[in-house]
């Protein structure tokens, strides 16, 4: 299949699972994965329907970022190192990783820096997996409540990456943790949780049933990358 049929399902399928769990489909972000896809074949899918495109490098981000048109809606969604910062504030709409508290006073610095307001989400290792970063779910309202703080840091959310399964039924409960995590933050601290960045292809519909409203997705778009 090619890569505009790829997408026409994997719309599809988001339509279903956001009618299932009784949400409007149009409220769903869809961020496109590129890493590994060469511009030309990016270029393809930058059409209604498509809200973002999301990296995992700072540096592929900033050579595609030259690329493409200038109103690309861009998204950070790798670890992201403080001394990559400077490079791509201002260029990116979200970073989806914030994930430890010299990254937050980075972020800040250098928002303040450039007279920007970085918006952010927190990532939350709710596995438990040691492969992945973010911070454990009882660090979360302590995190959230200080780096709020933060001038030029905006927090908007949370994010999260589930373990790898043939079955998305087995992280069901990883999503559905995190979405319970947002809504407490928003209760105890007021804090603003407009963003849930989880799900990507073998496992976004289930994420989209509890709550997710950004859905990073690659391959089930692109195919398998290097």
């Known amino acids: 299949m090619s ?11 988001i339509a279903a699972a956001a009618l299932r769990a009784g949400r409007d489909p149009a409220r769903v972000k869809l961020v496109a994965v590129t890493k590994g ?4 074949i990016i270029r393809q899918v930058l059409i209604p329907g498509v809200d973002g495109l ?12 030259e690329e493409l048109p200038p109103d690309v809606e861009w998204h950070f969604i790798g670890h992201l190192q403080t001394n990559k910062v400077k490079k791509i504030i201002g260029k990116v709409s979200l970073i989806h990783s914030l994930n430890r508290w010299s990254l937050a006073q980075e972020i800040s610095r250098v928002a303040c820096e450039k007279g920007l ?6 990532q939350v290792n709710a596995s438990g ?10 660090e979360v309202e302590e995190f959230v409540a200080e780096a709020s703080s933060l001038p030029g840091l905006e ?9 790898w399964t043939e079955n998305p039924e087995e992280v069901r409960p990883v ?11 928003r209760q105890n601290l007021q804090a603003r949780m407009d963003y849930l960045s989880m799900g990507m292809s073998g496992d976004f519909e289930v994420a989209l049933e509890e709550g997710a409203n950004i859905l990073r997705i690659g391959t089930a778009i692109f195919g398998w990358r290097v």
Do not use: W
Request: hydrophobic share 40%; glycine share 4%; proline share 5%.
């Open 175 to 185: 999503f559905r943790q995190v979405k319970e995590l947002s809504l407490r933050l």
């Open 117 to 122: 307001t970085a918006r952010v989400l927190v």
């Open 37 to 40: 896809v060469p511009v030309e």
């Open 129 to 138: 997996e040691k492969t992945k970063s973010g911070l454990h779910p009882q």
């Open 155 to 163: 927090i908007c959310g949370l994010m999260t990456i589930a373990p």
């Open 54 to 65: 999301g990296e995992n490098r700072a540096q592929e981000l900033l050579s595609k970022y």
């Open 3 to 13: 890569v505009m049929d790829n997408l026409s399902r994997v719309r599809q399928q």
